[in-house]
């Protein structure tokens, strides 16, 4: 009879104990969510991720660019066999891993006179900082740029007082037409497609019709009419073979990053390739390419 009055008691303490461990693992079980799964899951307004960049892709950058503005980049590509030209035209694109954040093209075209490429790179930022957003992500890594090529921050339009007017800064003396950095190119295309280009005097260069460009309006500088963010670089190398002239715009809309690079090499170094035609071509390039991503 003991023993079956033994077996309740027992049950009861076995009873109060399991219900003492179940509460005290419940206890610590909270303890340890609460160190690590509220920082992820704080919904205040400090941890709200920042807004997310406008653009989530970017455009087929070999076909955005208009054959007209190849024919105008590349002088010289209708010269070339049918088949020729429309691979110069076709452009070759540049070898990405992931399209959806950057993309390129390039073409070039070889004539006696010298060599021209022109590039065109499209990238889309993403910032991986939650309190970044991909807009200013983006503005810092143009920043960058701008400071790396050493682009004077002040005014893009601004010239020392008194600068008196001068030559192309290497070259021979350009023209500027109708106020445009590109305005003597745009000249000179029209003249070409009419037939009426003019025949140059060998190894004389023609003299400029109308004053002369100052020089602040063709060196490095910011630019304030081209997305939201840009700049223009442009510089000159000599070596023994020849003389060669880099022009780089680099322009920013939203999160996505523009650079256009263009240059020309030239064989004889009393013909310096002209800072005035090809900063004009690069730009009206580069206002091409701006439109794809205006509203």
């Known amino acids: 009879m003991q023993r079956k009055a033994y077996a309740p ?26 160190g690590d799964d509220a920082k992820s899951g704080d919904s205040s ?34 010269d070339q066999s049918e088949q020729d030209a429309e691979k110069t035209y076709a452009g070759q694109p540049a070898l990405t891993y992931d399209t959806d954040r950057r993309v390129g093209c390039r073409w070039s075209l070889e004539t006696p006179e010298g060599t021209r490429h022109l590039t065109v790179d499209y990238e889309r930022v993403v910032s991986y900082d939650p309190a970044v957003s991909d807009d200013d992500r983006a503005r810092q890594l143009y920043e960058a740029r701008a400071s790396a090529a050493n682009i004077p921050t002040g005014s893009s339009s601004a010239h020392p007082p008194g600068h008196p007017a001068t030559n192309d800064s290497v070259g021979s003396p350009k023209s500027k037409k109708n106020g445009t950095p590109g305005g003597e190119s745009a000249q000179l295309t029209a003249e070409h497609e009419a037939g009426t ?24 500088r910011l630019l304030d009419d081209l997305g939201d963010d840009a700049f223009l670089n442009d510089r000159l190398a000599t070596a023994d073979s020849g003389v060669h002239r880099d022009i780089t715009v680099v322009f920013r809309s939203s999160n996505v990053l523009v650079t256009v690079g263009y240059d020309q090499w030239a064989a004889d170094k009393q013909h310096t390739p002209s800072s005035e035609d090809l900063q004009g071509k690069a730009r009206g390039l580069a206002n091409e390419l701006a439109g794809y991503f205006s509203d």
């Open 45 to 78: 307004p400090s941890a709200t991720a920042a807004e997310p960049g406008k653009y989530q892709s970017l455009p087929e950058p070999c076909g955005k660019v208009d054959r007209k503005t190849l024919r105008t980049m590349l002088p010289g590509v209708d």
């Open 9 to 34: 008691v027992a049950a009861l303490a076995a009873a109060v104990l399991s219900v003492g461990l179940a509460s005290g693992c419940s206890s610590g079980s909270g303890a340890t969510g609460t």
């Open 197 to 220: 280009s003019p025949t140059p005097t060998s190894g004389v260069p023609t003299a400029p019709a109308s004053p002369t460009t100052n020089a602040a309006d063709l060196a490095p």
